[in-house]
C-alpha cells in the first residue's frame, strides 16, 4: 500500500507524508540526500517542502543548497516535473542572515520577487507549486513565545504588498498557490480578507505550523480558522525535532549526530522551544513513550500517526537524515490509531499541555 493523498486544492494532490529537506547540504551530503529522495519516492512520497534559507543551522556558505540538491535530484532520475509537488519559503525580516537580501529587512515586493527567482532558478523549475511565507514580516511570538507584547510591534509591511507581489508570480505562472508558516489565527484571516478583494486567483491553501504530542497550539485558535475557511494544516516537526522518540533522554544523551547535540549551541530556535534541561519535558515524553509501548509501537511511530489522524491535517512534514527513519515514517502511516490510544494521550496532554509551544 502507498502513501496515501489528498486534495490541498482541485488540481493539487499531495501525498500524506511531505518530506521536509532542511538538513540537505548540511547533515546530508549529496549522495545521502539521493539515497533519501530515492527511498521516499519509491514509497509513493510526492510531496517536497524546503525554503530559501535552507539547510539548518542556517549558514551563508550553505543557503540555497537544499533547493539545489533536490533539483540535482529531479535531473538525476529524469524525474517528470509533474509527478513531484515542490514547496518553498521566503524567508521573513531577520537581522542575522545577512547574506539573504542584506537581512532580508522585510516581506516587501521586491524582496518576495527576489526570492521567488533565485528559488526557481536554484530548484532547476519553471514554477513552484506552493509558495509559502516563512514567518511573518510583523511581530508575533513564536518559536518557543507563548505571549503576545504589544510593545514588541514595529513598522512592516503591508500584506497587500505582500499579496500583490505574489498575485504578479501567480499571473506570470511561477507560483501556482500561496500558503502561510508560522502564523496566528489573526493572521490567517487578514491575509484572507485582504487576498479577496486584490486578486481573484490569490488562494492561500495551507498553514504550516507546528504541530506534535507536545505542542497542540494549533487547536486553540488556528483550527477554527482553518476549518471554515477550508485551510490545511500543513504539520511540521511532528517528532518535536527528535524528541518524542526519547533519544536525547538516555544516559548518554543521545546519539553525537543527532540534531539537537551536533548543533548544540548553534540552532536557536530548536532549542528555545525544545529545552531539553526542563524536568517537565523528559516527564510528559517518559509518559508518550509509555504508551508507545503499551501498544507495541515505537515512540516515533506512535508521534506520526497522531498527528496524521486529525482532521484538517493535509499532510505531516518530517525529517529524516537516515534511511531507517524515512522508512519508521513511512511504516508509521500505516497505523490503526484507536479510541483507546487516544484517551491514553489525552490523559498526558491535560496533565502537561503543551510543553514546547
Given at each position: 500500500?502507498?502513501?496515501?493523498?489528498?486534495?490541498?486544492?482541485?488540481?493539487?494532490?499531495?501525498?500524506?507524508?511531505?518530506?521536509?529537506?532542511?538538513t540537505?547540504?548540511?547533515?546530508?551530503?549529496?549522495?545521502?540526500?539521493?539515497?533519501?529522495?530515492?527511498?521516499?519516492?519509491?514509497?509513493?512520497?510526492?510531496?517536497?517542502?524546503?525554503?530559501?534559507?535552507?539547510?539548518?543551522?542556517?549558514?551563508?556558505?550553505?543557503?540555497?543548497?537544499?533547493?539545489?540538491?533536490?533539483?540535482?535530484?529531479?535531473r538525476?532520475?529524469?524525474?517528470?516535473?509533474?509527478?513531484?509537488?515542490?514547496?518553498?519559503?521566503?524567508?521573513?525580516?531577520?537581522?542575522?542572515?545577512?547574506?539573504?537580501?542584506?537581512?532580508?529587512k522585510?516581506?516587501?515586493?521586491?524582496?518576495?520577487?527576489?526570492a521567488?527567482?533565485?528559488?526557481?532558478?536554484?530548484?532547476?523549475?519553471?514554477y513552484?507549486?506552493?509558495?509559502?511565507?516563512?514567518?511573518?514580516?510583523?511581530?508575533?511570538?513564536?518559536?518557543?513565545?507563548?505571549?503576545?507584547d504589544?510593545?514588541?510591534?514595529?513598522?512592516?509591511?503591508?500584506?497587500?504588498?505582500?499579496?500583490?507581489?505574489?498575485?504578479?508570480?501567480?499571473?506570470?505562472?511561477?507560483?501556482?498557490?500561496?500558503g502561510?508558516?508560522?502564523?496566528?489565527p489573526?493572521?490567517?484571516?487578514?491575509?484572507?480578507?485582504?487576498?479577496?478583494y486584490?486578486?481573484?486567483?490569490?488562494?492561500?491553501?495551507?498553514?504550516?505550523?507546528?504541530?506534535?504530542?507536545?505542542?497542540?497550539?494549533?487547536?486553540?485558535?488556528?483550527?477554527?480558522?482553518?476549518?471554515?475557511?477550508?485551510?490545511s494544516?500543513l504539520a511540521?516537526?511532528?517528532?518535536?525535532?527528535?524528541?518524542?522518540?526519547?533519544?536525547?533522554?538516555?544516559?548518554?544523551?543521545?546519539?553525537?549526530?543527532?540534531?539537537?547535540?551536533?548543533?548544540?549551541?548553534r540552532?536557536?530556535?530548536?532549542?528555545?522551544?525544545?529545552?531539553?534541561?526542563?524536568?517537565?519535558?523528559?516527564?510528559?515524553?517518559?509518559?508518550?513513550?509509555?504508551?508507545?509501548?503499551?501498544?507495541?509501537?515505537?515512540?516515533?511511530?506512535?508521534?506520526?500517526?497522531?498527528?496524521l489522524?486529525h482532521?484538517?491535517v493535509?499532510?505531516v512534514v518530517?525529517?529524516?537524515?537516515?534511511?531507517?527513519?524515512?522508512?519508521?515514517?513511512?511504516?508509521?502511516?500505516?497505523?490503526?490509531?484507536?479510541?483507546?490510544?487516544?484517551?491514553?494521550?489525552?490523559?498526558?496532554?491535560?496533565?502537561?499541555?503543551?510543553?514546547?509551544?
Amino acid at each position: 500500500m502507498g502513501i496515501p493523498t489528498f486534495q490541498l486544492a482541485p488540481d493539487l494532490s499531495v501525498s500524506r507524508l511531505c518530506f521536509g529537506t532542511m538538513t540537505f547540504g548540511e547533515q546530508n551530503s549529496l549522495p545521502q540526500s539521493f539515497r533519501l529522495l530515492d527511498a521516499a519516492f519509491e514509497a509513493g512520497i510526492n510531496f517536497l517542502d524546503t525554503a530559501e534559507m535552507y539547510p539548518v543551522p542556517q549558514r551563508r556558505e550553505t543557503q540555497g543548497r537544499s533547493e539545489e540538491y533536490i533539483s540535482s535530484w529531479m535531473r538525476a532520475r529524469n524525474v517528470p516535473r509533474d509527478r513531484i509537488v515542490l514547496a518553498t519559503k521566503v524567508a521573513g525580516p531577520s537581522g542575522q542572515m545577512t547574506w539573504i537580501r542584506g537581512g532580508p529587512k522585510s516581506l516587501d515586493a521586491n524582496n518576495i520577487s527576489e526570492a521567488i527567482d533565485n528559488s526557481l532558478m536554484r530548484l532547476s523549475t519553471d514554477y513552484i507549486d506552493l509558495y509559502q511565507i516563512h514567518w511573518p514580516d510583523r511581530y508575533v511570538p513564536m518559536f518557543g513565545e507563548t505571549e503576545y507584547d504589544p510593545i514588541r510591534q514595529y513598522g512592516s509591511v503591508a500584506i497587500e504588498e505582500q499579496l500583490h507581489a505574489l498575485g504578479k508570480a501567480i499571473d506570470a505562472g511561477k507560483i501556482r498557490y500561496i500558503g502561510l508558516s508560522n502564523e496566528t489565527p489573526y493572521g490567517v484571516m487578514k491575509f484572507l480578507q485582504i487576498s479577496s478583494y486584490i486578486h481573484s486567483n490569490l488562494k492561500i491553501v495551507s498553514v504550516q505550523n507546528s504541530y506534535n504530542l507536545l505542542c497542540r497550539n494549533f487547536d486553540s485558535g488556528l483550527a477554527e480558522c482553518c476549518h471554515h475557511e477550508s485551510i490545511s494544516l500543513l504539520a511540521y516537526s511532528p517528532m518535536a525535532m527528535g524528541i518524542l522518540s526519547g533519544k536525547y533522554f538516555c544516559p548518554a544523551g543521545g546519539p553525537s549526530d543527532a540534531r539537537m547535540n551536533l548543533f548544540r549551541g548553534r540552532y536557536s530556535e530548536g532549542e528555545s522551544r525544545y529545552n531539553l534541561s526542563n524536568v517537565t519535558l523528559k516527564a510528559v515524553v517518559e509518559e508518550y513513550i509509555n504508551i508507545a509501548r503499551k501498544f507495541d509501537l515505537s515512540p516515533a511511530s506512535l508521534a506520526i500517526a497522531f498527528v496524521l489522524i486529525h482532521p484538517l491535517v493535509a499532510s505531516v512534514v518530517f525529517g529524516a537524515t537516515r534511511l531507517w527513519q524515512l522508512k519508521e515514517v513511512v511504516e508509521a502511516s500505516k497505523i490503526h490509531v484507536t479510541a483507546e490510544m487516544i484517551a491514553d494521550i489525552n490523559r498526558v496532554h491535560a496533565r502537561y499541555p503543551n510543553p514546547c509551544p
